[in-house]
């Protein structure tokens, strides 16, 4: 597994990167996503502008391709009249990032994504089945890790990780640390205590600037080390970009170089938050690979004007 090979980088050497904002890359192409279920839809009718994303992730060095299993559980594709076709449009996710993944000249982890933020909340035990269920066609699907994500909430996040965990697949927990939600008004050593006992291995801080990320890393490090969990950031393009809505006003040349800040100050993953696309990977890419020369990245590896398949 690809997994495998790049798993001791959590540690040591150059950050693992993980990819973009996927709604906002396909936006930035002029796809439209309007409601939930609409990347199962795309899956199914337009699976070459998937697999161009992919292949433009690949193409900007990514360390992990998440799958675009968010919107393929049975109650986001019933809003596109698609809800008895999760397994097929779940396999198909995964089998497109990993056909874009065995094309690299480099190991690339592939990952499921679990839990989503564009489906209402339901009942405990409805909840605990769909995910569980979901988690099991993430990993007979391909998946070498899981990100789990809390549908906004963080009764939501802790089912996610217990889910995807009870696999006993890697299991990296989407933490947002913005204004409004619920980590501003908990105890973070509580919350990161309960996320590690639920099964997560790494805990991802989603957040809309650097400032905020260098503020909730240095809160989190003494529990982080305690409980043994892995730091990542996931970085917005601005502090006013929406998740999945790619950003005009981001440089990502400019973003990258802020991001660096993260990795010296302890994140072992970043990747990109709202508003990011693949333009902000690949300027990540570069920056990093000048900050950690010992893993080569060269500029022809990530320069702006490439891109797979005419991307």
């Known amino acids: 597994m690809s997994f495998d090979r790049i798993r001791h980088r959590l540690n040591q050497g150059r950050p693992l990167v993980l990819d973009a904002d996927s709604g906002a890359s396909f936006r930035a192409r002029g796809v439209e996503l309007d409601v939930p279920g609409t990347l199962g839809m795309l899956l199914r009718e337009q699976p070459s502008e998937v697999l161009s994303h992919h292949l433009a992730e690949v193409a900007s060095r990514v360390d992990v391709l998440s799958a675009l299993t968010v919107d393929t559980t049975p109650r986001a594709l019933a809003e596109v009249g698609m809800q ?27 990952a499921g994504v679990l839990g989503s933020d564009m489906v209402g909340p339901i009942a405990a035990d409805r909840m605990h089945e769909e995910l569980t ?18 549908q906004g909430s963080r009764l939501s996040l802790m089912a996610a990780v217990g889910a995807a965990a009870e ?13 409004g939600t619920e980590l501003e008004s908990s105890s973070l050593f509580d919350v990161l205590e309960a996320l590690r006992d639920a099964g997560a291995t ?15 890393l240095e809160r989190a490090r003494p529990a982080l080390d305690a409980l043994g969990l892995i730091a990542g950031v996931l970085l917005a ?49 570069l920056a990093l690979g000048s900050l950690h020369p010992s893993v080569p990245t060269t500029r022809s590896d990530t320069e702006l004007d490439r891109g797979p398949r005419g991307w």
Do not use: N, Y
């Open 167 to 179: 696999l006993d697949l890697p299991t990296w927990a989407v933490l947002e640390c913005s204004r």
């Open 202 to 216: 790494a805990v991802l801080l989603e957040v809309p600037s650097v400032q905020v990320g260098l503020t909730e």
């Open 237 to 285: 393009a601005s502090d006013e970009s929406v998740r999945g809505f790619a950003d005009p006003t981001s440089e990502p040349a400019q973003w990258a170089e802020h991001a660096l800040d993260l990795s010296l100050a302890g994140a072992r993953v970043l990747g990109g938050g709202a508003g990011t696309t693949e333009s902000h990977t690949r300027a990540l890419a």
């Open 84 to 110: 008895h076709r999760s397994a097929q449009l779940t396999g198909r996710a995964l089998d497109l990032a990993l056909e874009a993944a065995s094309d690299a000249a480099k190991p690339i982890a592939v």
């Open 133 to 150: 269920e979901h988690a099991a066609r993430l990993r007979i699907s391909g998946s070498e890790l899981i990100i789990a994500r809390g």
